[in-house]
């Protein structure tokens, strides 16, 4: 084997899992694309010492201070193919590079699927927004929206309104009448229209426009976009995966080892909901159980 183990991923889940593993002085390798799902944000919030900082340079810290061990090694490519190989597996690399271990560890992470609305690509990471517990009190009493996705888009509006005025945009959905009634009793404005653009200078957002030719006024729009895997690993290696109203997740129990024994899962693709604390705590999870395999077998 060429390693004890490859991560495939070097977002948070994933150098979080490396750095476990280097160590414990075990030969891990990374294989990175550098394209982590919150490129997008300049500040990642509630991360525990880097609250605002930029999400690119924590994960630039991360890997230099992964490369100090000599265990550890990061290479920047994609995994295309993986498979079981022996007593372990084989990993193919775009660039035709294929590299060996005992053990995976999948942290590739997620891919968001936004609706097709003129204005919204541009403005996602900045103005329209996911997680109000990470990119909330920046907007805080200023005129929010949240346009409906799901029917998990109303308990997202009755969340969002602790940080200030929401209208819930149905985009030409229908609401159960119980949802109704409790956004009635947050006072959550419900516009039905279809939602036609989004305006604004650059990637701030300053209204909404419906396809009647109506606008509203608005600083910061949440939705809850469904994702999807961002690689094709999980399907190669035959993993069982759950499917939820935001998208797959990876199966895996509280070691975060998948249904594949020497296989783990890490991150966004393999829990809900999602955030960088949790990413790297499910990061030391799955590098520490990988070891504990490593030496109890």
Same mark, same amino acid.
């Given at each position: 084997?060429?390693h004890?183990?490859i991560?495939?991923?070097?977002g948070?889940?994933?150098?979080a899992?490396?750095?476990?593993?280097?160590?414990?002085?075990?030969?891990?390798?990374v294989?990175?694309?550098?394209?982590?799902r919150?490129?997008?944000a300049?500040?990642?919030h509630?991360?525990?010492?880097?609250d605002?900082?930029?999400?690119?340079?924590?994960?630039?810290?991360?890997?230099?201070?992964?490369?100090?061990?000599?265990?550890?090694a990061?290479l920047?490519?994609?995994a295309?193919?993986?498979s079981?190989?022996?007593?372990?597996?084989?990993?193919?690399?775009?660039?035709g590079?294929?590299?060996?271990?005992?053990?995976?560890?999948?942290?590739?992470?997620?891919?968001?699927?936004l609706?097709?609305?003129?204005g919204?690509?541009?403005?996602?990471?900045?103005?329209?927004?996911?997680c109000?517990?990470?990119?909330?009190?920046e907007?805080s009493?200023?005129?929010?929206g949240?346009?409906?996705?799901?029917?998990?888009?109303?308990?997202? /509006?009755?969340?969002?309104a602790?940080?200030? +005025?929401?209208?819930l945009? %149905? =985009?030409g $959905?229908?609401? #159960?009448?119980?949802?109704?009634?409790?956004l009635a009793?947050?006072k959550?404005?419900?516009?039905?229209?279809?939602?036609?653009?989004?305006e604004?200078q650059?990637?701030?957002?300053?209204?909404?426009?419906?396809?009647?030719?109506r606008?509203?006024?608005?600083?910061?729009l949440y939705i /809850?976009?469904?994702s999807?895997?961002?690689? +094709?690993?999980?399907?190669? %290696? =035959?993993? $069982?995966i759950? #499917?939820t109203?935001m998208?797959?997740?990876i199966?895996?129990d509280?070691e975060?080892?998948?249904?594949?024994?020497?296989?783990y899962?890490a991150g966004?693709i393999?829990r809900?909901?999602?955030?960088?604390s949790?990413?790297?705590?499910?990061?030391?999870?799955?590098?520490?159980?990988a070891?504990?395999?490593?030496?109890?077998?």
């Amino acid at each position: 084997m060429d390693h004890d183990a490859i991560v495939i991923g070097g977002g948070f889940a994933g150098l979080a899992a490396a750095t476990y593993l280097a160590r414990a002085r075990r030969k891990v390798c990374v294989v990175d694309t550098r394209r982590p799902r919150n490129r997008f944000a300049k500040a990642s919030h509630g991360f525990l010492g880097q609250d605002g900082s930029n999400p690119l340079e924590i994960l630039a810290a991360a890997r230099k201070q992964l490369d100090a061990y000599p265990t550890a090694a990061l290479l920047q490519d994609e995994a295309v193919a993986a498979s079981r190989e022996n007593a372990g597996f084989a990993v193919t690399m775009a660039s035709g590079r294929i590299l060996r271990a005992g053990k995976i560890i999948l942290a590739f992470g997620l891919r968001d699927e936004l609706p097709e609305i003129p204005g919204l690509q541009e403005r996602w990471g900045q103005t329209v927004l996911h997680c109000p517990y990470c990119h909330g009190i920046e907007f805080s009493d200023r005129q929010l929206g949240v346009l409906y996705r799901t029917e998990m888009s109303v308990h997202q /509006a009755l969340i969002v309104a602790e940080w200030g +005025p929401v209208t819930l945009y %149905l =985009d030409g $959905a229908e609401l #159960e009448p119980e949802a109704a009634q409790k956004l009635a009793e947050r006072k959550i404005k419900v516009e039905a229209g279809r939602v036609a653009a989004l305006e604004g200078q650059g990637t701030s957002l300053s209204s909404i426009r419906l396809d009647d030719g109506r606008r509203a006024a608005i600083d910061a729009l949440y939705i /809850a976009p469904r994702s999807c895997l961002s690689s +094709p690993l999980a399907d190669q %290696l =035959d993993l $069982a995966i759950d #499917e939820t109203p935001m998208g797959p997740v990876i199966r895996t129990d509280g070691e975060k080892m998948t249904s594949v024994p020497g296989i783990y899962a890490a991150g966004d693709i393999a829990r809900a909901p999602h955030s960088v604390s949790w990413a790297v705590a499910d990061g030391v999870t799955a590098g520490t159980s990988a070891h504990r395999a490593m030496v109890f077998g």
